[in-house]
């Protein structure tokens, strides 16, 4: 697969803007996740299969035929097997590999002769299968862990490893951040009025995670945030967590958002023994605040707030989690 950019992408549709100045690379065997509402992410995906065209902008190095689509809300012939169902496909595809050998790799061997309809929503790997066999150079799927149980996000993400293990190059979409640092590496935030923002979720720096401050930190008892005209302050307790978005940090407080003007290394020294956890390169959390703690894998960890918010926790980071919150 060539690389595809597109550049400054507008799409406007029955008077409404979808898209706005939306300008992305998708390099061959790269990891994409963009977090975007439903109707964003259709839109991109017709726009990519070119099944509808943009209003203004540049798209290269686009070849449809080798392009395929999950959305969230498929549909299937619930009254077909999944074998039955899937050999369709096989028909009309290349791909030559024994059908029963492949089930395997999407745990879907023990339901082959199952009618689609009375499958689970955790066997929805079918979709994914579906899309394998037809070969894409470009999958595009959207929220695929939605409605999943912890083992059904378990075997989807070895399934969608196996698929990108093959060559395939993968963009994700989903409004859940949690969903995106599961299944991507490189994640952006799609902003209407701003267009894509890469974010820090995805890349662990083993460098910030083994760095350590021999210098007691200090004391503080107030954060600061610039706020058009005037100077907000916070207590420490008032934060639920801070986010690094672009290299800038952001304060959580109450759903709301407030820029700080300190890099997350300097929060993380001061903030420390006021109770706080650097729970990920891009992350730093309220202790006090932190509800669940759920494993989805044996290397993949999420955090659950009081408030509902979701934050992934590093796997070098649950034994210091334990050390602190003895569990």
Do not use: W
């Not at 992305?24 to 990891?31: C, D, G, H, K, R």
């Not at 089930?103 to 082959?112: G, M, N, P, R, S």
């Not at 079918?126 to 939605?146: G, H, K, M, N, V």
């Not at 190059?169 to 299944?183: A, D, G, I």
């Amino acid at each position: 697969m060539q690389t595809i950019q597109l550049s400054n992408i507008f799409k406007q549709q029955a008077h409404q803007t979808i898209l706005k100045d939306f300008t992305l690379t998708i390099p061959a065997q790269s990891n994409i996740g963009i977090q975007m509402s439903h109707v964003e992410a259709t839109t991109l995906f017709n726009l990519l299969r070119q099944t509808t065209p943009q209003t203004s902008g540049v798209m290269t190095g686009l070849t449809p035929a080798r392009i395929q689509a999950i959305f969230h809300d498929d549909g299937f012939y619930p009254q077909l097997t999944v074998s039955t169902y899937l050999k369709t496909f096989q028909h009309i595809s290349t791909f030559e590999t024994d059908l029963d050998d492949i089930l395997q790799y999407f745990a879907l061997k023990d339901v082959a002769h199952t009618k689609i309809k009375h499958l689970s929503f955790d066997q929805q790997r079918l979709a994914l299968l579906r899309a394998f066999i037809l070969q894409p150079d470009l999958l595009l799927i959207e929220s695929p862990l939605t409605n999943l149980t912890n083992a059904g996000i378990e075997l989807y993400l070895a399934a969608l490893a196996y698929t990108r293990e093959h060559g395939v190059t993968v963009l994700l979409t989903s409004y859940s951040l949690e969903e995106l640092v599961l299944t991507s590496t490189t994640i952006f935030r799609y902003r209407p009025n701003q267009g894509l923002e890469l974010t820090d979720l995805a890349t662990e720096s083993s460098s910030d995670s083994a760095h350590t401050s021999e210098d007691t930190p200090r004391p503080i008892f107030k954060i600061a945030s610039k706020v058009e005209d005037k100077t907000v302050f916070f207590s420490p307790n008032e934060i639920d967590f801070i986010e690094s978005v672009n290299g800038v940090s952001q304060l959580n407080v109450s759903g709301e958002q407030f820029t700080s003007s300190q890099t997350m290394s300097e929060l993380e020294q001061q903030l420390t023994t006021l109770g706080f956890f650097r729970c990920h390169r891009s992350y730093l959390v309220n202790l006090q605040q932190i509800a669940e703690l759920i494993s989805y894998s044996r290397n993949s960890y999420t955090l659950i707030l009081k408030n509902k918010s979701k934050l992934p926790l590093s796997r070098g980071k649950l034994t210091d989690l334990k050390a602190l919150i003895n569990f």
